[in-house]
């Protein structure tokens, strides 16, 4: 297809702040298309974005439309769905988003769709199983954004720790995008050098316990968390769209669980190129299948058609 057009579906604070992200940038990204089930909040976000494009970096082509404009797009990024209340798990949301999202993906798919999903709505991993499901597509074409941005901020508490730049950290969260993720701390390094050598035991429990947890602060001082991972799904996209190759942490499927979760893979033009073995620890193995076991709770949890 290769018309690098995306469509972003759900424009409040997250679909909008993916829009505002890629076209601060140069992006791969020629033309985005905005949707929302409140077809005039899509129309104003895409007129306030067009204002912008005078004084932008690069030339983005900025619409609001219907989900038939999801035919020639090569990826649809989903983001509508319940927001998460302060105190609230993401799990908590899974009833509520999923019947908006089997419609969603149905009317998508109706459309002649043939590119990839990028889930972002939480519970992340448990509805980008279900967008695999609803959608027919292949696996590898069906992405969650993951642990991509517990990842970032990982590498950014690490950071601070050791005074160094967080784009020199090397370190993933892994497991479900939620209370059960965990940090590979086997695999965290800073110029080659190991964290957990770096850092004593209580600094990394207290960062890994952070990281799990910010978004529950964030939520709670000022009612949702975007930029963040408006951030991280515009890093995605351009990863796809450029065929970058990069190596992400985040949500494919495994089929040996049959869960998605996030996990460092290489992410192409195709969507998923493979899921990185990387050595676990004893404890990092189990509590990774400790992640698997609540995800795949959670799948069983619901009782809807596919």
């Not at 005078?54 to 983005?60: E, F, I, L």
């Not at 999801?70 to 509508?80: E, F, G, L």
């Not at 601070?160 to 995008?177: D, I, T, W």
Request: charge should be negative.
């Amino acid at each position: 297809m290769d018309n690098n057009k995306i469509m972003i579906v759900g424009t409040g604070n997250v679909g909008a702040s993916i829009a505002f992200a890629l076209m601060n940038q140069r992006t791969a990204v020629n033309e985005i298309v905005l949707t929302d089930i409140i077809a005039k909040d899509a129309e104003g976000e895409a007129m306030d974005l067009r204002d912008a494009l005078a004084v932008a970096p690069s030339y983005v082509k900025i619409s609001n439309g219907t989900y038939k404009d999801a035919k020639d797009c090569d990826v649809v990024v989903i983001t509508a769905g319940a927001p998460q209340k302060p105190g609230e798990t993401r799990m908590n949301l899974l009833k509520r988003n999923l019947n908006v999202l089997k419609g969603m993906v149905e009317q998508i798919m109706d459309s002649g769709f043939n590119g990839i999903f990028l889930v972002v709505t939480n519970p992340l991993d448990v509805l980008t199983y279900y967008a695999m499901k609803f959608s027919g597509l292949p696996a590898e074409k069906v992405i969650g954004s993951g642990t991509v941005l517990d990842s970032a901020r990982l590498r950014q508490r690490i950071a601070s720790f050791l005074n160094v730049n967080s784009k020199s950290v090397h370190a993933y969260q892994v497991g479900e995008h939620g209370d059960t993720e965990l940090t590979l701390w086997s695999a965290a390094d800073v110029g080659g050098q190991k964290v957990s050598e770096l850092l004593p035991k209580d600094t990394l429990a207290g960062i890994s316990d952070f990281v799990k947890n910010e978004a529950y602060d964030i939520i709670e001082k000022k009612g949702a968390t975007y930029y963040g991972i408006a951030a991280c799904v515009a890093s995605i996209l351009n990863c796809i769209l450029n065929d970058e190759m990069r190596v992400l942490p985040v949500s494919t499927y495994d089929s040996y669980s049959d869960t998605y979760y996030g996990f460092p893979s290489v992410v192409g033009r195709a969507g998923i190129i493979r899921r990185l073995e990387l050595p676990l620890s004893e404890e990092e193995g189990v509590e990774l299948q400790k992640s698997i076991n609540a995800l795949q709770k959670a799948i069983k949890s619901v009782k809807i058609k596919v």
